[in-house]
T-cell receptor
Framework: GAVVSQHPSRVICKSGTSVKIECRSL??????MFWYRQFPKQSLMLMAT?????????EQGVEKDKFLINHASLTLSTLTVTSAHPEDSSFYIC?????????????FGQGTRLTVV | AQSVSQHNHHVILSEAASLELGCNYS??????LFWYVQYPGQHLQLLLK??????LVKGIKGFEAEFIKSKFSFNLRKPSVQWSDTAEYFC??????????FGQGTELSVKP
């Protein structure tokens, strides 16, 4: 299947700083990318949907000014956690797909473990 | 609101035992159904999917799932598990809007 690479896999940052997470589709053009957050022993919660060249659509309750998403090209989307706090510590996962139809298969990155100290 | 429920949080089996993981969803429209697996330290991988047609779907590594529309269920099965099947399993539903909604996951531990 297609490969989605997420970087970094782990990051530790100080409270108040910003962290950028990259999500790349390596062998296909991802017209749509999704960002999820996963708490321990819980499900993946969709944070936002981004389409190349347009503003991301955020889910209810997700602060768009805190979680900045940029999808500048068909192979790269970034999530920036601004002014991070310990409660932002979590596992962040991206997925990418070519197309937006309900039957389109999504491919997932390996996730980024963010720890804010 | 749409939701996906996985009944078992943690399942422990011995090798060669049969497996069935429950998944129920709440959504009245047309859905696409998925099972994903996440091995320790790895990314989510697609096990199988249902879009239409035969409600019994066969996936990779000997897994299968049955879509029962009347019960809003899509249970995952494997007749004989192996130690290498130890992983977290996620059921997911995609609605017509294109969003994937995940269940809370089931951790499967297979004892050798």
């Amino acid at each position: 299947g297609a490969v989605v690479s997420q970087h970094p896999s782990r990051v530790i940052c100080k409270s108040g700083t910003s962290v950028k997470i990259e999500c790349r589709s390596l062998d296909f053009q991802a017209t749509t990318m999704f960002w999820y957050r996963q708490f321990p022993k819980q499900s993946l919660m969709l944070m936002a949907t981004s389409n190349e060249g347009s503003k991301a659509t955020y889910e209810q309750g997700v602060e768009k000014d805190k979680f900045l998403i940029n999808h500048a090209s068909l192979t790269l989307s970034t999530l920036t956690v601004t002014s991070a706090h310990p409660e932002d510590s979590s596992f962040y996962i991206c997925s990418a797909q070519q197309g937006a139809g309900a039957g389109t298969e999504a491919f997932f990155g390996q996730g980024t473990r963010l720890t804010v100290v | 609101a749409q939701s996906v429920s996985q009944h078992n949080h943690h399942v422990i089996l011995s090798e060669a035992a049969s497996l069935e993981l429950g998944c129920n969803y709440s959504y009245g429209g047309t859905v696409n159904l998925f099972w994903y697996v996440q091995y320790p330290g790895q990314h989510l991988q697609l096990l199988l999917k249902y879009f239409s047609g035969d409600p019994l779907v066969k996936g990779i590594k000997g897994f299968e799932a049955e879509f029962i529309k009347s019960k809003f269920s899509f249970n995952l099965r494997k007749p004989s598990v192996q130690w290498s099947d130890t992983a977290e399993y996620f059921c997911a539903v995609r609605n017509q809007g294109g969003k994937l909604i995940f269940g809370q996951g089931t951790e499967l531990s297979v004892k050798p």
